[in-house]
């Protein structure tokens, strides 16, 4: 079974950054394509960057330019780099595989940007 934990949310004022990251254990990390998603209080979760195996990247237009999704697979653990953090990124953010999420939802990371 796959498990996803979270870390490195939390309170930060807007033109901030944050660096979230995620251990993936369960699976054969290093040939599995990875997402970060979020998830907005009253709206749905979606889909913000992905990484593949040999390091392709993409990102939804609300965040490209602004974050960055890398990988460790030494540490079966995927990143988010944030920066210039605007108070709509305000969210719970997810890792699971890339689209579509395949594995059980982890408890997920907060980040609240606000002044």
């Known amino acids: 079974q796959v498990q996803l934990v979270e870390s490195g949310g939390g309170l930060v004022q807007p033109g901030g950054s944050l660096r979230l990251s995620c251990a993936v254990s369960?699976?054969?990390?290093?040939?599995?394509?990875m997402g970060w998603y979020r998830q907005a209080p009253g709206k749905q979760r979606e889909l913000v960057a992905t990484?593949?195996?040999?390091?392709?990247?993409k990102y939804s237009d609300s965040v490209k330019g602004r974050f960055a999704i890398s990988r460790d697979n030494a540490k079966n653990t995927v990143y988010l780099q944030m920066i210039n953090l605007k108070p709509e990124d305000t969210a719970v953010y997810y890792c699971?595989?890339?689209?579509?999420?395949?594995?059980?939802w982890g408890q997920g990371t907060q980040v609240t940007v606000s002044s």
């Open positions: 699971n595989s890339g689209d579509p999420p395949r594995w059980e």
């Open positions: 369960g699976t054969i990390f290093s040939t599995k394509t």
């Open positions: 990484v593949t195996n040999v390091l392709l990247t």
